[in-house]
């Protein structure tokens, strides 16, 4: 049956807060660090005290032009800064040093996944330069609400999407992207949960099939993607609820709350801010050469789009394994570090996502921390393509042995540990004999044409030479011998 909810179809448009990796603030020399003491990275122009003057830091500069570029934004040549004014004890100067008019960058797009899988791109508004507030902290003192300004000044790019997002997955998806592309770029850390991606989510809802959009509903405090998600399911239906009930929506800032799952209301239109916005007089407007924009182009990382481009056309490996060695930029460039020395990219991706990640998830430590490095994942590969260790024995018994000596080579250590592949094969048709000897009834019933038996003298012969011997080499002795 069809319920009311599928009459509606939901409009979102995102706007996500990211914090830069930048060494100092957005317009002064104070550290721009997470943890420290609280009121410890403050200097007078954090303290917003009267006679300061700002200076922009030109990584924020940057690291703006670098994601634009990323997601193929124009990036605007002319601009200046904005001041954005608003009384709240975290804003020491009483306004907030933003970009209203002339954003940074503007248009470009990402890609995403929808709800059945299908790409889609969704299109960016615009990407501007501001800086963080501090932070207040209400859960500490039974009386008071106390005040760290550490946060004040650290440089935020605010990443605004067209409201083309379609459903709480569609949202959880686009942030996912986001986080993968801010990370790739070295310019933000990507953790929600500590608050360095932060991320509001305006919210409508109108009958399906309607080109009319219905009015939105901001909602805010949203700490996780998974929290985005539910923030977005619960205002989506509450807003149909109302509008069924015979209601209207108006435009609200909501909360939400993560224990019980439901949204509350911050504000309304009424009671919105009046920004006064007028341009930031202390700061001179900015103008960036196509050269400068050059320059920072060609210095740009690898991203997850085109090395996906690049595993699936011309390493011929799957979409699959394409996105998994892509999801992390570390096991990316670990991958990367491994198919610049080996041709054989399906067991280079085989070995990063099967053994090495399991260790990693085993020991609960990042790529980064992995002590064997690409080139010794190469020589194991050669080994095996070379016809000189077993696959099972390279990845069972060689890979824990070269984590425990990362400084010896592959080859070496098989050597010493005889589990390179035999070749004089008079030793090994002695040992199969033997063992073949040692089981007579296994050995009769293979002889009656019982054929599986083959894997049950495989496992006892790869036990007693230590995995050394060639299964090939084995199957054929064994048939010679019982055909005597
Ligand atoms: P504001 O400055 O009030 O936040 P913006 O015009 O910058 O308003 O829009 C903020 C966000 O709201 C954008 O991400 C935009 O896509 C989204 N948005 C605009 N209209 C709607 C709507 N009717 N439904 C859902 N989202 C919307
Ligand atoms: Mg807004």
């Known amino acids: 049956m069809e319920s009311v909810y599928d009459k509606y179809e939901a409009v979102i448009g995102l706007e996500v807060h990211t914090q830069l990796v930048t060494k100092s603030k957005a317009y002064c020399s104070d550290i721009n660090e997470f943890g420290s003491r609280p009121n ?14 700002p200076k922009a830091n030109t990584n924020t500069i940057n690291f703006a032009i670098r994601l634009g570029l990323a997601i193929g934004a124009r990036i605007t040549t002319k601009m200046h800064y904005d001041r954005k004014n608003y009384f709240y004890p975290d804003l020491p100067k009483g306004y907030q040093i933003t970009q209203d008019r002339t954003p940074i960058c503007t248009g470009g797009y990402v890609s995403i996944k929808t709800d059945d899988g299908s790409p889609k791109d969704v299109a960016i508004t615009r990407i501007h330069m501001e800086e963080d ?54 310019i933000c850390d990507g953790n929600l949960e500590e608050g360095s991606m932060r991320c509001d989510a305006n919210i409508s809802v109108m009958l399906k099939g309607s080109t009319e959009f219905g009015e939105r509903c901001e909602v805010k405090n ?10 977005i399911d619960h205002e989506i239906k509450r807003q149909i609820d109302i509008i069924e009930s015979g209601g209207s929506i108006s435009m609200q800032t909501r909360s939400f709350d993560a224990v019980s799952g439901t949204t509350s209301l911050m504000r309304s239109k009424e009671e ?3 920004y006064r916005y007028f341009p930031e007089p202390d700061l001179q407007p900015l103008e960036i050469s196509q050269e400068y924009i050059s320059s920072i182009e060609k210095k740009m990382p690898p991203l ?20 998994n060695l892509t999801e992390s930029k570390d096991i990316a460039l670990f991958f990367e570090g491994i198919s610049e020395l080996t041709k054989n990219y399906k067991a280079a991706a085989n070995w990063v996502m099967g053994s090495i990640k399991s260790y990693l998830n085993q ?3 990042d790529i980064t921390e992995f002590p064997i490095a690409p080139k010794k994942i190469v020589e194991i590969i050669e080994l095996v393509d070379n016809g000189k260790i ?7 018994r060689l890979f824990p042995e070269m984590i425990r000596n990362p400084e010896k080579s ?28 040692e089981n007579p009834n296994e050995l009769e019933r293979l002889k009656s044409g019982e054929k599986k038996l083959i894997g049950f003298f495989m496992g006892q012969i790869m036990k007693a030479s230590r995995g050394s011997a060639n299964p090939k080499e084995v199957t054929k002795i064994i048939s010679e011998l019982i055909e005597q």
């Open 304 to 323: 997850p789009k085109s090395l996906f481009e690049k595993y699936t056309t011309q390493f011929g490996l799957s979409e699959y394994d394409a996105l």
């Open 222 to 231: 949203m700490n996780s993607m998974r929290n985005v998600q539910r923030a």
């Open 272 to 274: 919105a801010h009046d």
């Open 40 to 53: 410890t990275n403050i200097g007078p122009v954090s303290l917003g005290l009267p006679g300061t003057l």
């Open 133 to 186: 507030a501090g932070k207040s902290i209400h859960d500490q003192d039974i009386y008071d609400t106390l005040v760290d300004l550490n946060r004040a000044g650290v440089p935020l790019l605010e990443i605004v999407s067209e409201p083309e997002i379609k459903s709480s997955k569609e949202a959880y998806n686009y942030l996912q992207e986001v986080r993968k592309l801010v990370r790739y770029l070295d």
């Open 410 to 437: 592959a080859e070496e250590l098989s050597e010493a540990n005889g589990w390179l592949i035999q070749t004089d094969s008079s030793e090994l048709t002695e040992l199969i004999n033997s063992i073949l000897n």
């Open 363 to 365: 020991k609960a430590i």
């Open 390 to 396: 077993v696959n099972s024995t390279a990845e069972q």
